[in-house]
């Protein structure tokens, strides 16, 4: 199981862009899917976007749908979530997060079964504030 860790985090005023790195280290980035969900304080978890390894499928969620873009660098071992436009209710410690499982198509991790990911990074701070 490869460490994830994630970064580019950091503040950002609204209408404004920020590109997190989710970068694999101690193995190769050769899992199933990627997902990155975020928390705001005081809320639950939620699932934002992934990427099927398998056939580069990707799934947003509603609300970033059209201003986010998840990527894969494989030569890096890195996934990117490209943000632009970002929002004040963007604001959230994002995550990256990983799975071998083929249960599902990755939406299906984001959307209900977070337990489904199975290798989690330790996060990285969004903030949107003027």
């Known amino acids: 199981q490869s460490r994830l860790e994630e970064s580019g985090g950091g503040l950002v005023q609204p209408g404004g862009s920020l590109r997190l790195s989710c970068a694999a280290s101690g193995r190769t980035l050769d899992g199933y899917a990627i997902g990155w969900f975020r928390q705001a304080p005081g809320k639950e978890r939620e699932g934002v976007s992934c990427?099927?390894?398998?056939?580069?499928?990707?799934y947003y969620v509603d609300s970033v749908k059209g201003r986010f873009t998840i990527s894969r660098d494989n030569a890096k071992d890195t996934v990117y979530l490209q943000m632009n436009n970002l929002k004040p209710e963007d604001t959230a410690v994002y995550y990256c997060?990983?799975?071998?499982?083929?249960?599902?198509?990755?939406?299906?991790?984001?959307?209900?079964?977070?337990?489904?990911?199975?290798?989690w990074g330790s996060g990285t701070l969004v903030t949107v504030s003027t």
């Open positions: 997060a990983a799975t071998r499982s083929t249960l599902m198509h990755c939406s299906g991790y984001v959307t209900y079964y977070h337990a489904g990911m199975s290798n």
């Open positions: 990427l099927n390894n398998y056939d580069d499928a990707t």
